[in-house]
């Protein structure tokens, strides 16, 4: 069956522009999260989805970064006037629930973003 | 504040051999740790998870380790082979607590497995 998907797969885009990184999840799953990778990092929380809400948004570095999520599947994240230090893989994943069984949350291929 | 550590960045063995990952991490409320894999250009991909209730779980080739008091847990995998050549991500999170699910991860080891 289909995986969780990313676009674009890679963005390359200046200082000072806006931004869109779109994640379909698996169908069905109502939990949805997504993380960030900086250059030699591990996996930072940005925000999780429950259905069309979102519940915890603690990750989110600064207010230039929002998520939405419609009809309880597609997830847009959005980064305004970018900086160079956004520069990073975006990653989403999806699980069926949130909370118990962790080991069900599946990624997408992530979105590389540059900020040039 | 890094609350998983993985402070190994790179680990390399011999075919046959074994691979050992390790992890630290510094909340004590955590209760649930995951590994994962990942090739380059794609998502990581589960691997093998342990409660803290428990001190040890197998899966094949994999083995994961918990040692609550000393906040480690460690990943093996006997034997190694060149496919399992990637990067590994420690994670953990408050699995039975009712939360989000959120995982936190660690900064991940490369492991090369040479033939």
């Known amino acids: 069956g289909a995986g969780v998907s990313q676009s674009p797969s890679n963005k390359v885009t200046e200082k000072g522009k806006d931004v869109e990184l779109r994640c379909d999840p698996i169908s069905g799953h109502t939990a949805l999260y997504w993380y960030r990778q900086s250059l030699g990092q591990g996996l930072e929380f940005l925000i999780y989805?429950?259905?069309?809400?979102?519940?915890?948004k603690s990750g989110l570095p600064s207010d230039r970064f929002s998520a939405e999520r419609t009809g309880g599947s597609v997830s847009t994240l959005t980064i305004q006037r970018t900086q160079q230090e956004d520069s990073a893989v975006y990653l989403c994943a999806s699980s069926p629930e949130a909370g118990v069984l962790a080991d069900t949350q599946y990624f997408g291929p992530g979105t590389r973003l540059t900020v040039l | 504040d890094q609350q998983v550590k993985q402070n190994s960045p790179s680990l390399s063995v011999q075919e046959g051999r074994i691979s050992i990952l390790n992890c630290d991490y510094t909340n004590s409320m955590f209760d649930y740790f995951l590994w994962y894999k990942k090739y380059p250009a794609e998502g990581p991909t589960f691997l093998i998870s342990?409660?803290?209730?428990?001190d040890k779980n197998e899966d094949g080739r994999f083995t994961v380790f918990l040692n609550k008091s000393a906040k480690h847990l460690s990943l093996h995998i006997v034997p190694s082979q060149p496919g399992d050549s990637a990067v590994y991500f420690c994670?953990?999170?408050?699995?039975?607590?009712?939360?989000?699910?959120?995982?936190?991860f660690g900064q991940g080891t490369t492991l090369q497995v040479k033939p």
């Open positions: 989805f429950q259905g069309n809400s979102a519940p915890d």
């Open positions: 994670a953990a999170t408050r699995g039975y607590s009712g939360n989000t699910g959120k995982l936190i």
């Open positions: 342990i409660s803290s209730i428990k």
